[in-house]
């Protein structure tokens, strides 16, 4: 479970669909590839002459920033789109 959605257990979200939810079991469901692509990445290393592995290396780096960063960003804007949807429900009450 990715932590925007361990931050968001027990909390009830607004739509019955729960779409912040589908987005983190949707970005979850892609870290088993991205594992795997670090266990052959270092797989191929070990193998590899010194200047390849370094390319290997930077380029497996470059993808894991933008894991990184995409996790980090669904991670705020849901964390903002729940902070609407909490502002919505004070309109929906009156």
Known sequence: MCTCCIANTGSRHYFSSTPPQVVCETLEAQKPKVDKLAEETKA???HAASDIR???TQEFKHVQGHWDKLKLKISKDIK???EITSKLRIFEVK
Request: aromatic residues 12%.
């Open 80 to 82: 903002l789109l729940e």
């Open 54 to 56: 370094k390319v290997y």
């Open 44 to 46: 191929l290393e070990k």
